[in-house]
């Protein structure tokens, strides 16, 4: 079946760091690929999206690409700030998983100042 | 526009009770899933429902997990005869319609079994 796979944390940069958070997937079909992001103690939140091939998302300085290639849908962001420090997760939907929303683990990011 | 919503936002529950959660989905919309989320862990897909149709509840447990959205009100996961591995954070998402469709998500509710 459908899954998604990140990379595991937490992972720790300083202020202003490039940020870089791996995701590939596996899909028997054409999914659209997501990154939510989950503060503490609250829901997730849509971060971006995409939904073709070489489409790439962006949103608050994070983008990421849709790789079907590489099966890959990592996310980056060139200057993280404190305010970023929360969890990431990466996820697929797709017509043959139903329509559910399939989630990678998840992964911790803290940022320092 | 509200966003969905989900109450209680925390639950506390003894071990034999039931849990009722329930969750109202955007304006518009009219597919709901629910999401277990266990601590430090991602989410996990529960079941899919749309007004008064179950169409796929392939996560749920077998056993005292029902979901049900009915044709008014919110939609509502029961859990019956509560135990110590049921606390967990349950998100209720919603869409507009099927297909590659984006899941807003609620709050969640914090589901505590003492």
């Known amino acids: 079946g459908d899954s998604v796979t990140q990379m595991e944390g937490p992972v720790t940069l300083s202020e202003e760091a490039f940020l870089t958070i791996n995701c590939t997937y596996t899909?028997?079909?054409?999914?659209?690929l997501f990154w939510y992001v989950q503060y503490p103690g609250e829901g997730l939140q849509l971060l971006l999206k995409?939904?073709?091939?070489?489409d790439k998302g962006s949103n608050k300085g994070f983008e990421a690409t849709y790789r079907k290639e590489t099966t890959s849908f990592h996310l980056e962001k060139g200057s993280v700030q404190v305010s970023d420090s929360a969890v990431y997760f990466c996820?697929?939907?797709?017509?043959?998983?139903?329509?559910?929303?399939?989630f990678g683990a998840g992964t911790r990011l803290f940022v320092k100042a | 526009n509200a966003g969905v919503m989900q109450n209680p936002r925390h639950l506390v529950r003894r071990r034999g009770q039931e849990a009722r959660l329930r969750c109202s989905p955007m304006k518009g919309h009219s597919h709901v899933y629910w999401y277990r989320q266990l601590p430090e862990e991602g989410l996990k897909f529960m079941v899919y429902?749309?007004?008064?149709?179950?169409?796929?509840e392939s996560g749920m447990p077998k056993e005292r997990f029902s979901a049900e959205f009915p044709k008014e009100g919110p939609s509502i996961l029961r859990i019956q005869q509560v135990v110590r591995g049921d606390s967990a954070a349950y998100f209720c998402?919603?869409?507009?319609?099927?297909?590659?469709?984006?899941?807003?998500f609620g709050p969640g509710t914090r589901l505590l079994v003492l």
């Open positions: 996820a697929l939907s797709d017509r043959s998983g139903g329509f559910k929303t399939i």
């Open positions: 429902l749309q007004k008064e149709n179950i169409i796929d």
């Open positions: 899909a028997t079909g054409y999914p659209s």
């Open positions: 995409a939904t073709k091939a070489d």
């Open positions: 998402a919603s869409s507009q319609g099927q297909g590659k469709e984006t899941q807003y």
